[in-house]
């Protein structure tokens, strides 16, 4: 399965850090303080110091390329900056104007939600099992922990729609139910069927 490589994020480990910049990803809405105008501003991904950005105002939508610098966004007159992750701040200045406004970060769609929980498969075409928890998704990122060939590695995923991304693994799911796992070695690729454990209770 192709996924489109603009919808992956590269977060240096030192700026994440630092600035926590996996916080500004995700769709962040709210209104201009003065006139209680709506406004968003979509954070699509992070790669290095540039972010694809979509920004709508009065109706309109401006997409393009921010500049990221630590935990600002800057994208033509405004600048996006968030310390926890959950509001931010949003101001704009240009000609001598200047506004701000307060978002909030807008929760995930449902359809990311059926990617969450513990997945396993065997595939005796390949003679491959496949193990891949999937401990949160928060916006487009995941927190996994995945095993194969008996090392478990643990880290943060990117998600894009239905799949998940990480390191040389990918997890995809239609239904929330069963899905595919797909490890990269080397030049090759291999599928493994899974399905969705029950939840522990």
Avoid: C
Avoid at 143 to 170: A, K, P, W
């Amino acid at each position: 399965m192709a996924v489109v490589s603009s919808s992956t994020s590269y977060i240096a480990p030192a700026a994440e850090r630092m600035y926590r910049q996996s916080n500004l990803l995700g769709e962040w809405k709210g209104s201009w303080t003065a006139n209680g105008q709506a406004v968003s501003f979509k954070v699509v991904n992070i790669r290095g110091a540039a972010a694809t950005v979509e920004y709508t105002h009065n109706g309109r939508t401006e997409r393009g390329i921010g500049q990221v610098n630590g935990s600002t966004i800057d994208f033509g007159a405004v600048t996006l900056g968030t310390k926890n992750g959950k509001n931010a701040v949003l101001l704009f200045s240009a000609g001598g104007g200047k506004a701000s406004a307060v978002l909030e970060k807008q929760a995930p769609p449902a359809s990311e939600s059926n990617l969450a929980g513990s997945w396993a498969g065997y595939s005796g075409e390949n003679d491959m099992s496949a193990s891949f928890r999937v401990l949160s998704v928060n916006g487009k990122q995941a927190q996994v922990s995945v095993t194969n060939n008996g090392i478990t590695r643990t880290g943060t995923g990117l998600v894009y729609d239905n799949v998940i991304m990480f390191e040389q693994t990918q997890l995809s799911t239609k239904d929330g139910k069963s899905g595919t796992v797909i490890y990269q070695i080397n030049n090759k690729s291999y599928s493994v069927p899974v399905n969705k454990l029950p939840a522990a209770v």
